[in-house]
């Protein structure tokens, strides 16, 4: 029996249908389970509406209080996790096993910030006598919070996480693709205690729904994950009104292999992480830079183990990696492959679509990628990997920064000094030693260059969504 649950807007504390609806669809299958109902200007005015009498109240809330309904919140979901995880597996494909670590992941996100939510913490600064100087941190109002469809539920959860440990309010647009995961959030808050109107969820347009809310004078704050090209022009939008924004964008995650590490256990390590969630992660690695002296016996035990990937309906028990989240990536893949091939890169493995029906594609690895193919500048946002052969870690630092992204990067090593050099020369907001985990609820994650502005989780996690107020007392009048 299907758990997916009938999807609506939440606005004001109330579920909403509209007369516009589209379909949602099993990447797995093709078919149909969901009709999505889309917001109009009138939704988004009320959920506007509803946003500001929701900061009045909610930024009004002691922290103590909001850190409370947020972990009830978070509880519930822990609760629901079975169903949640369904949800996500029947929309997006990715193996259960995969959705349900995605559940635990966004629950955590909501527990730290509701933890950060108490400590916020202001100075005083030391003056004369009769003056004193102190530094307020306020929350700093509505946010439009833009989430992406590759992690329906924590990527959404991260958003409202920093928004509501704040005192902020949050219209969230959640992906049109992959909209349960924000739902069962929106559920469990409605059912947590919530006050009307903190937190409003939206589907619909996208152009049309940033446009609008973007323009308007109550949103203080854009929250957005996705692709660099929208986030510049979602950026340009907001400095026309001097909005600010915190942008987490693309990435091209370079890998260093160094020539001293285990090489079977960095290549099967490389190879699994790889076909993790389809590889449709902005933190994926994809680019592995692999020192010549152990390139041949890398590329071989990664290319077997890739090829190894049990591939399948998410639902299926032992499946590693489901179907591709839409259709528009199977194209968009085989381009990238062809162009790789046609410039003379091998095809060690995959390469295509795996079948007519459901949206596969074959866990791939190209070797000898030339510097000028496309994949090696463009984020592939898939199942596949690029390992070439480099004579010194110089030289590997060097391709690695040769993008304009700046997300995450990783190295296997055990010496001392190369980790040094790494971790002066590497340009990305999170680098990772000997293993492939670039983010956790406790560290700060956002990128350099092109791979966005701010950071989440970490302490300083909340700092985009509030405002520095300085106050200066001077006991006379002067």
């Known amino acids: 029996m299907s758990t997916y649950p009938e999807l609506h807007l939440y606005i004001g504390g109330e579920w909403r249908k509209t007369a516009d609806d589209l379909p949602v669809v099993n990447p797995a299958t093709e078919q149909e389970i969901g009709r999505l109902p889309h917001a109009d200007i009138a939704d988004l005015d009320d959920a506007l509406a509803a946003a500001q009498e929701g900061f009045r ?5 002691a922290p103590r209080d909001r850190a409370d309904i947020i972990l009830r919140a978070a509880a519930l979901m822990r609760e629901r996790q079975e169903e949640i995880a369904q949800s996500i597996t029947a929309e997006h494909g990715k193996p259960l096993s995969q959705a349900r670590l995605e559940v635990i992941r966004g629950c955590e996100f909501l527990e730290w910030d509701a933890g950060e939510a108490v400590r916020t913490y202001g100075r005083v600064i030391p003056s004369a006598p009769g003056v004193r100087y102190m530094v307020h941190h306020q929350p700093i109002g509505v946010v439009a919070g833009l989430s992406p469809w590759n992690f ?5 959860a991260r958003k409202v996480a920093g928004a509501l440990a704040s005192g902020c309010s949050i219209i ?5 693709e992959t909209p349960a995961g924000a739902l069962h959030i929106a559920r469990a808050f409605h059912d ?4 009307k109107g903190v937190l409003n969820l939206v589907f619909g347009t996208p152009a049309m729904i940033s446009d609008h809310l973007i323009r308007h004078d109550a949103v203080r704050l ?7 090209a929208v986030g510049r022009q979602l950026t340009t939008l907001a400095s026309e009104h001097m909005t600010p924004v915190l942008m987490e964008l693309g990435g091209h995650a370079p890998v260093i292999v160094c020539e001293d590490t285990d090489v079977q256990k960095a290549a099967i390590s490389g190879a699994v992480r790889k076909m993790r969630n389809a590889g449709q992660v902005c933190t994926s690695p994809t680019r592995f830079f692999v020192h010549e002296s152990i390139f041949d016996e890398y590329a071989d035990a990664f290319v077997k183990r890739a090829a190894q990937t049990v591939v399948g309906n998410g639902v299926e028990p032992g499946v590693e990696m489901g179907p591709l989240a839409n259709e528009r990536r199977l194209p968009a893949l085989s381009a990238l492959v062809e162009d790789a091939r046609a410039r003379g890169a091998e095809v060690r493995t995959g390469g295509a679509r795996m079948s007519n029906a459901g949206y596969f594609f074959q866990p791939t690895v190209l070797v000898n990628v030339p510097d ?3 994949v090696m500048q463009e984020e592939p946002f898939g199942p596949l990997a690029v390992i070439n052969p480099v004579s010194s870690l110089d030289e590997a630092i060097e391709k690695a920064n040769s993008v304009p992204y700046g997300l995450a990067a990783y190295g296997f090593t055990n010496r001392a000094d190369y980790i040094d050099r790494m971790t002066d020369g590497v340009e990305a907001g999170n680098l990772s030693f000997n293993t492939l985990e670039a983010s956790l609820p406790e560290t700060p994650f956002g990128g350099v260059k092109s791979s966005g502005y701010g950071r989440e989780g970490g302490t300083e996690g909340l700092h985009n969504y509030m405002v520095v107020k300085n106050v200066s007392h001077s006991m006379t009048i002067v």
Request: glycine share 6%.
């Open 192 to 195: 947590a205690g919530l006050p």
């Open 172 to 176: 969230l647009k959640a992906a049109e």
């Open 372 to 374: 000028d193919a496309r």
């Open 152 to 156: 329906p539920m924590s990527q959404p």
């Open 57 to 61: 109240v909610w930024s009004r809330t």
């Open 222 to 228: 854009v929250a957005f994950t996705g692709s660099t």
